[in-house]
């Protein structure tokens, strides 16, 4: 009786091919998986029954975990820091202006102050920054220092840059002058 | 025909030369012996430089792994939107060949730094590295930033695409020649040591409960 035999060096062949086959074979394994996941919730172009979540949708933004239990649907890029070295107002008189350019990698620690090489004093000649005002040179108890106060030296805790970030939740803050100005409209008022 | 002589004789003397017993080795041996060494040796200096002008190389000490190199990771020199990325000798070794050697010199005194172990633990470089940090910025001041200037120079950069504090500065100060990039940007590649005293950083004496 006569049985066919493979040369050996086919035999590899084919051994090899099936081999390198195999990640093919699982792909139609796995991909199902991916359909089976549950279709995103709908329920979230109905009426939202709780405050934060009408919040959410006058936003207009995609909701997240947390917000009145909805699902996490997407995440949005990364907000850059607005840093077009241009000031803006404050809201009102006592608010730490918010920082207008780049404070990546400054360094602010014990040792370094990277802030104080263009806000001190003596440095805003060549820097052309604004000055520390005076309230940084004072103690708690109100007295004038020779140099920044131990209270205001790390900066950071005050003053924050800005991002691009669309505010998840409207803001109906209005500042002093036009709460006045809604009060007595047309200069009726006494200011 | 003198002339033939002459050469047949210079040939003769120099085959003698070259067969002359081992006893005392012959001076053709010498001559082409220590030709082909010096080509060896000198391949070999090459290449040995070239390894020690690598990062692979500064960071196979641990002072200059887990301090340096782990501040530089931090920075922007590490990863940027550009792609480039910042080597130690980028902004260490000078590429020009005799200040090469100048600077192995010194590298040299690291070595014996290792041996004596000035800075072989955290503490220690810490409390160093101002001192080391002064070496560097002197270094950079004499040669007007050379290594900054080698990726980024002052010619090439367009302001007008610079932050406004940036191109002021530059304008002012840079393009001027009043100074130069080490003045302005220190800490660009690693956390800086307490600066009380340079420059501009100087610390106000009691800030931060001092």
Known sequence: MMTFRMPR?????LLLAALAALPVLAVPLAAPAEDKAPAPATATTTTPATATARDVAASGRPAFTGAGGQTVMEA?????????DRRRPRNYPEQPPVIPHSVVNYQLDLKVNKCLTCHAREFTGDSQAPMISVTHFQDRDGQVLGAVSARRYFCLQCHVPQTDAQPRVPNQFQDVDSVIRGAHPEGKGDK | MGLLNRVFCLAK???AAFNRPAAHLGIGVLTVGGFVAGVIWWGGFNTALEATNKEAFCISCHEMRDNPYADLKQTIHWSNRSGVRATCPDCHVPHNWTDKIARKMQASKEVWGKVFGTVDTPEKFEAKKRELAEHEWARLKANNSLECRNCHSAESMDITRQSARAAAAHQEFLFTGRQTCIDC?????????????????????HAAGH
């Open chain 1, 9 to 13: 060096p086919l035999r590899t062949c």
């Open chain 1, 76 to 84: 949005p890029a990364m907000p850059k820091d607005v840093t077009d």
């Open chain 2, 13 to 15: 003397a120099a085959w």
């Open chain 2, 185 to 205: 940007h220190k800490g660009i590649a690693h956390r800086l040591p307490d600066m009380t005293g340079v420059p501009i950083w100087t610390m106000p004496a």
